[in-house]
């Protein structure tokens, strides 16, 4: 695993995970608690849906043929061991969500999954915190971007791992002590490899893009007046942040 102690100047990061976010990396995580490089400037979050063969069985759905993504409003992002409070707006239910977060690193436009890994810079932990009752309460449209948009909802970090196999990660998400989800990296319907080369036939990806893979069986309510969420990578590391009611 290759660790750098300061980020790269001049390289402006997006974010492509099934959600996008701009706002600069170097504010949201700050230096100090890096250990790997994190890309200074505005980033670009996606959200990808239903990309694990468990979860898509689990709902019986069936598996998509391509990546099906969201974009993620700016002020969404927060730094690791933010608190994140519930919208003032919003009354329903709140849901966790653990996932593994690629980092584009250089300019890639219509790329191979064969080449995809030229232009991976590393990885790095993501909670996709929703709010669920938003997606279809209206039936004519369902509301990814605002269900997913609320300020603190897309906390990433802590840092971003380079020289790491994704497809031998496992994610874990641990609430309130107990871990609720654990499942492997390699169940992705998608390839993180696949991921890259099929976005960036949609739209040019850029150095600091982060592309949220989408989360798998275990998601659940946030219930507790304080709850201290960690998702947890080994070879990354762990995000935790608390959520309030």
């Known amino acids: 695993m290759d660790w750098a102690l300061q980020p790269e100047p001049g390289i402006w990061p997006r974010s492509v995970g099934y959600w996008l976010i701009r706002r600069p990396l170097r504010d949201v995580l700050g230096f100090s608690r890096t250990r790997a490089p994190l890309l200074v400037g505005e980033p670009l979050d996606e959200d990808v849906q239903a990309f694990f063969h468990a979860l898509a069985a689990k709902l019986n759905m069936p598996e998509p043929a391509e990546p099906l993504y969201l974009l993620k409003a700016p002020t969404s992002v927060t730094a690791p061991g933010a608190v994140i409070k519930r919208p003032s707006s919003y009354g329903g239910k709140i849901t966790y969500e653990g996932e593994l977060g690629i980092v584009i690193g250089k300019t890639c436009s219509e790329v191979s999954a064969d080449e995809a890994d030229a232009f991976i810079f590393g990885y790095t932990c993501v909670n996709d915190i929703t709010a669920n009752d938003i997606l279809n309460r209206d039936p004519t449209f369902p509301q990814w971007a605002r269900a997913k948009g609320f300020d603190g909802s897309g906390p990433f970090g802590p840092v971003i791992a380079s020289g790491i196999d994704p497809a031998k990660l496992v994610v874990r998400t641990i609430l309130n002590g107990k871990e609720r989800q654990n499942y492997p990296v390699a169940d992705m319907i998608f390839s993180a490899q ?52």
């Open 194 to 245: 696949q991921l890259v080369s099929k976005i960036s036939h949609d739209m040019t990806l850029s150095p600091g893009d982060l592309i949220c893979c989408g989360t798998s069986v275990g998601v659940g309510v946030m219930k507790q007046p304080v709850n201290t969420v960690t998702v947890a990578i080994d070879g990354i590391g762990e995000l935790t942040n608390e959520f309030c009611q």
